[in-house]
């Protein structure tokens, strides 16, 4: 078991990532390549993403086991900022850090297991080694994540949409409370399902929380307790991940369309126009547009905040999106708002 222990600091200084982490993505679905758990949402990612790989996964392996530790310094905070300054970051790593992590890994390994040599180059600076790892991750995500990138960037975000409300209604201790069954908050102190018995102090560093569509089981952290606090855990899984560019074939969409069906799904529990167009992969015009259709229609309330506007489902609104009935009435009070120029 896991257990994160917060002090009254801590628990002001908990945060939400604000977009999936580019490579824990990448490294938490390298796990669940090689994982046959889970076929239903994974199954034909799996069989898909198969078919793009060339040779990534072998050199990979060496340093992601298909269980247990792996470097941390594969995963830095920068891969909230995409994958180019991830890998940057990752290429900045010191030589000492680099050698540390690698030791700690290669005691972990079985003994007729050794580290391949070109890891150990790793650690002494050379650049050609670090090129290797940084081209097979580079192309590994092309394959395996890239695709699905709209699909995961929605799930996250609707996974944050959640845990936001759940901070407004209660404070930090709601939020905490709402996170997944495998973590248990049991003030003060957040417990969680783990392969190995931890006991991690925050010390009034706070907490971030990163949603991840690729985290299964159990949460992840650091295993270097000097590094920012930062608890993986797995976003609620619906279906399974559609490529960038499939179509939908729900009810919803041969009703409204596609597109509009699309941006709909996208509001969930609220967002700006540039995050539905993120979501439901159109422009950022077209997302005003469809928005503006849908307001009109009462299904979307729309409120300014500062240079941006928040689009929200109506009790219609979310009726339609889930398959529910709502009296007519909800429509005519919700259009009478008028629209918002998004």
């Known amino acids: 078991m896991l257990r994160i222990h917060f002090t009254g600091a801590d628990l002001?200084?908990?945060r939400m990532a604000a977009r999936p982490d580019a490579l824990w993505e990448t490294i938490l679905s390298f796990h669940r390549l090689r994982d046959r758990r889970g076929a239903l949402v994974y199954g034909e990612w799996r069989s898909e993403t198969r078919t793009r790989l060339n040779g990534e996964t072998r050199l990979l392996g060496a340093l992601v086991p298909a269980r247990g530790y792996f470097p941390d310094f594969l995963t830095p905070p920068e891969g909230l900022q995409g994958l180019d300054t991830a890998l940057e970051a990752v290429r900045a790593t010191p030589p000492a850090r680099v050698h540390a992590e690698l030791s700690v890994l290669a005691k972990e390994r079985p003994a007729a297991a050794p580290l391949p040599s070109w890891t150990q180059a790793l650690a002494e600076g050379p650049a050609e080694p670090f090129s290797r790892l940084?081209?097979?991750?580079?192309?590994?995500?092309?394959?395996?994540?890239?695709?699905?990138w709209t699909y995961i960037q929605a799930r996250v975000e609707a996974d944050r949409a959640v845990?936001?409300?759940?901070?407004?209604?209660?404070?930090?201790?709601?939020?905490?409370?709402?996170?997944?069954?495998m973590l248990r908050w049991r003030a003060p102190i957040l417990e969680a399902d783990y392969p190995v018995d931890r006991d991690v102090r925050l010390d009034g560093r706070g907490l971030l929380l990163q949603p991840s569509y690729f985290c299964r089981g159990s949460a992840v952290m650091y295993r270097d307790p000097d590094l920012p606090p930062v608890l993986v855990y797995p976003v609620t899984h619906t279906d399974a991940p559609a490529a960038a560019g499939e179509p939908g074939g729900a009810p919803l969409g041969r009703l409204v369309g596609h597109t509009r069906s699309a941006v709909l799904k996208a509001i969930g529990q609220g967002g700006t126009t540039s995050e539905l167009a993120r979501r439901a992969g159109v422009s950022l015009a077209?997302?005003?547009q469809h928005a503006g259709v849908l307001r009109d229609a009462g299904l979307v309330v729309t409120l300014r905040q500062g240079s941006s506007v928040l689009h929200t489902l109506t009790p219609l609104g979310a009726a339609l999106l889930h398959g529910g009935t709502q009296p007519v009435r909800e429509s005519r009070r919700y259009a009478r708002n008028g629209p918002v120029t998004s």
Do not use: T
Request: net charge neutral.
């Open 12 to 14: 002001a200084g908990v």
């Open 286 to 288: 077209s997302a005003s």
């Open 163 to 181: 845990r936001g409300r759940a901070l407004l209604d209660g404070g930090a201790e709601e939020l905490l409370a709402s996170l997944p069954p």
């Open 134 to 148: 940084l081209g097979a991750l580079r192309g590994y995500h092309r394959a395996a994540v890239e695709p699905y």
